[in-house]
């Protein structure tokens, strides 16, 4: 039995962790309201992005001699992961499932034999892939300094994707991030990036002629790289707003938990408090009586 | 009203604009091209110059660098990273924007196309200072 005076130091620490968990929560909040509105605008431009393309090559008169970036390099060989991750902890399961979504898929690749290559982005991911995965891990690239993420850092991003593609130095391209459903639930999806993935339409209304200035390869030739940057920047946004909104349920959850713990504490508190007047009461009844 | 087009210019951040226009004039990669009601479906990409847009007789104006327009059902729709409200350019702004290309220019290994682009920017940022 935990004496009176450890009791009350218990209470005192979980209360104050309380505080702080609620602090966080509050803050998530605010800060989720901003990553959703941000995640939320940045959606049309992928999307019509992806439209474009889509028309594009619905419509591009060379199949074969198509852009690389488009239709792949025809091999199967090399996998390039980029694993997009939070620099800060204390989200609940955000970082774990992006990972945990990973791993299996590099499990896979590496059961066919196939080679893997990983780019981290975000401290949390590194640090959860290095041990298993560390000879793998190419480059970690992380914008913890960064207060917001803009297009820029995204480009940057793509643009290193980029540079390894033009050097051959992988087949497919992978982005793994959380997608923002709603505050309680952030789906962790592998997109492919690279050859750019179409999702046909089945019931596609009819074929659009489009007039081409200049002409279509050109056009694929600017908009591909631009894609990719896109993407990449849609990926950031849609985590930030999941992290906000992992860490949002995860401190909330923290605070209740913290909350039930407190009220057990105060039980048991007054119950010993209670059986140490109870004990010195009966002392001193039966000294009395002795008497 | 009958003569209209709807126009959307959208940045990866931003909507900035989603309204019904008369008339868009764009700094296509190929040279300047007018939009009206009813032009032919288009695809194509931008060079550093003004979108110039007409609504209600009065013409607004856009500095962009780059970006990707379609045309489609009288649904204009640019794409761009980069567009910037005219009025809300500085001059400071300019003036380094224009220093930072120059020197873009003075690199030996620029391409001819970027050459032409960035030969763009500046002639276009002169236009506003």
Redesign the interface.
């Given at each position: 039995m935990p004496s009176l005076d450890d009791l009350r130091k218990r209470i005192v620490s979980v209360k104050s962790t309380q505080k702080i968990t609620k602090a966080m929560k509050m803050v998530a909040a605010a800060k989720l309201r901003k990553a959703q509105d941000?995640a939320e605008?940045?959606r049309?431009?992928?999307e019509?992005?992806q439209?474009?393309i889509l028309?594009?090559t619905d419509s591009i008169s060379d199949p074969q001699n198509a852009p690389k970036l488009l239709i792949g390099t025809g091999k199967d060989r090399i996998h390039l992961c980029v694993v997009m991750t939070s620099d800060r902890g204390l989200c609940g399961g955000f970082n774990s499932n992006i990972c945990r979504l990973a791993k299996k898929y590099f499990e896979k690749i590496l059961k066919e034999g196939k080679d893997l290559k990983i780019i981290t982005v975000g401290s949390k991911g590194h640090d959860q892939l290095k041990r298993e995965y560390g000879k793998y891990i190419i480059k970690k690239l992380s914008f913890k300094n960064k207060k917001k993420i803009?297009?820029i850092e995204?480009?940057e991003v793509g643009k290193i994707i980029l540079d390894l593609f033009d050097k051959n130095e992988f087949d497919k391209c992978i982005l793994f991030f959380n997608n923002f459903k709603n505050v309680m639930t952030q789906i962790p999806e592998a997109q492919q990036i690279i050859p750019t993935e179409i999702k046909k339409d089945s019931k596609k209304s009819e074929e659009?002629?489009?007039?081409?200035?200049?002409d279509e390869d050109e056009?694929l030739e600017?908009?591909l790289p631009?894609n990719i940057s896109?993407q990449v920047?849609k990926a950031f946004l849609e985590n930030s707003a999941s992290e906000q909104g992992s860490r949002m349920t995860a401190m909330d959850s923290a605070t209740r938990n913290a909350g039930d713990l407190v009220n057990k504490l105060t039980i048991n508190y007054n119950r010993s408090r209670q059986a140490v007047i109870t004990k010195e009461l009966i002392e001193i009844i039966s000294g009395a009586e002795s008497l | 009203m009958s003569d209209n087009l709807n126009l959307?210019i959208?940045?990866?951040?931003?909507?900035l604009i989603n309204t019904d226009v008369e008339q868009v004039t764009i700094p296509?990669?190929?040279g300047l091209?007018t939009i009206l009601k009813d032009h032919?479906?288009?695809?194509?990409?931008l060079r550093p110059g003004f979108i110039e847009v007409e609504i209600k007789n009065k013409i607004e104006k856009f500095y962009v660098e780059?970006g990707?327009v379609?045309f489609?059902n009288n649904k204009l729709?640019i794409?761009t990273?980069s567009a910037i409200k005219l009025e809300k350019l500085t001059k400071e702004n300019i003036s380094k924007m224009i220093d930072d290309s120059e020197v873009l220019l003075q690199n030996a290994e620029i391409k001819d196309k970027e050459k032409y682009i960035v030969n763009h920017k500046i002639d276009t940022l002169r236009q506003i200072s």
């Open positions: 941000n605008k940045g049309p431009y992928s019509k992005m439209n474009i028309n594009l803009s297009f995204a480009d659009i002629f489009y007039e081409f200035e200049p056009i600017d908009l631009k896109t920047f | 959307e959208i940045s990866p951040d931003q909507t296509a990669y190929e091209m032919i479906s288009l695809i194509t990409f780059e990707t379609e489609f729709l794409l990273s």
